[in-house]
């Protein structure tokens, strides 16, 4: 069993309830200023400032709660993959919520095959590829998941650098829903594949990290942590 470093999920899950909640907090502090006018200055002025402030509310209620739903549902997908990561060979190390760059990495895996940087889609449709982009049902996604893999494996890879190991670092895509059709694949260099095939993937014998030098590396991701 791989050792885990960090809580999977956790990150998505503050950051989803601060960004999904701060309209809310805005809109009962403007309702908070209409009360005040109202009383004390201008009905008239008092009370259009409160039904703007409480059209606000609602509003940013309903958004926020979708907005809260779409990060908890991305948490739920991260404790899928640390779940899966967690039954890889003891030889292997898992951050979850690895910082590198100020950027939050879902997972980090450092083992004898090497250095990977995970990012993870918690994907409802169907997954595919066409003329090298990633779609999701039939469509492209508002942001590019290969883009974002990509710079947060790159990131990685400089804040290893900055800390002294100057190994490579292998972006992996993984959808937790498994909905990616063509199973496994790769892509300007980051592997694209099913939460179900990763431990598959890891399954391996090669050895690009000697275990005193994984050891030094395990020992600088710590104090990045």
Known sequence: MAKLHGVAG??????????GLWPLFCGIFAAG????????ASVAIGAMLLALAVAW??????????????YFKGAR?????????KNLPDSYHVFNDFVAGGVHVDHVVAGP????????????GPVTIE???????????????LSQVLREAALVKETLAKAGWKGGVTPILAFASDTFSAKIAEIQGAVI??????????????????????????????SNS
């Open 131 to 145: 003329d090298g982009h990633i779609l999701i049902d039939g469509q492209l996604p508002s942001h590019s998941p």
């Open 193 to 222: 594949m099913n939460s179900c095939d990763i431990r598959k993937s890891f399954e391996t014998d090669r050895v690009i990290i000697p275990p005193a030098e994984l050891d030094r590396l395990v020992s600088l991701m710590e």
């Open 113 to 124: 095959a090497g250095v990977f940087a995970i990012e993870t889609k918690y994907w409802r």
């Open 57 to 70: 509310i609602g509003w940013s209620i309903y958004k926020g709660v979708r907005h809260v739903e779409r």
């Open 77 to 85: 997908g991260e404790e899928r993959v640390a779940g899966i990561l």
């Open 10 to 19: 956790e990150w998505a899950r503050v950051k989803g309830t601060v960004m």
């Open 33 to 40: 200023f209409a009360l005040a006018v109202l009383v004390v």
